[in-house]
């Protein structure tokens, strides 16, 4: 998994843009930042709910990790190294469907019967 593969899921959804977060390249829709890739180049930090989290840290240690630093926000980080595509694209989807305006989650949802 590249970044140029993330870069193919993220922008399929509605109102993704690409920017920057640190110095390195980030995902937002609707102004709000729903994931970025970390210095290493390696890790994605995705928003991702506490219980979720937890969950997925227990399942797969290997692929999902905290630092410190985002132990207190809803997030985690994913080594792309680690995870395969359909994994990512769920996470993503999901990572998008609570960071994005609920005008754009409604008309998707609407438009894709999702």
């Given at each position: 998994m590249?970044?140029?593969t993330v870069r193919?899921?993220?922008?399929?959804l509605p109102g993704?843009?690409?920017g920057t977060s640190f110095g390195t390249p980030a995902f937002?829709?609707?102004?709000?930042?729903?994931a970025r890739l970390l210095a290493d180049g390696i890790s994605l930090m995705i928003k991702i709910e506490f219980?979720?989290?937890?969950?997925?840290?227990?399942?797969d240690p290997t692929a999902f990790y905290v630092t410190d630093h985002y132990r207190v926000?809803?997030?985690?980080?994913?080594r792309l190294d680690m995870v395969d595509t359909d994994?990512?694209?769920d996470l993503l989807d999901r990572c998008w469907r609570a960071t994005a305006p609920k005008?754009?989650?409604?008309?998707?949802?609407?438009?894709y019967g999702a």
């Open positions: 590249t970044l140029d193919c899921i993220v922008l399929t993704v843009e690409e937002r829709v609707g102004g709000r930042l729903m219980d979720e989290r937890d969950m997925l840290l227990e399942a926000y809803p997030a985690m980080l994913v994994t990512l694209t005008r754009l989650v409604k008309v998707r949802g609407a438009r």
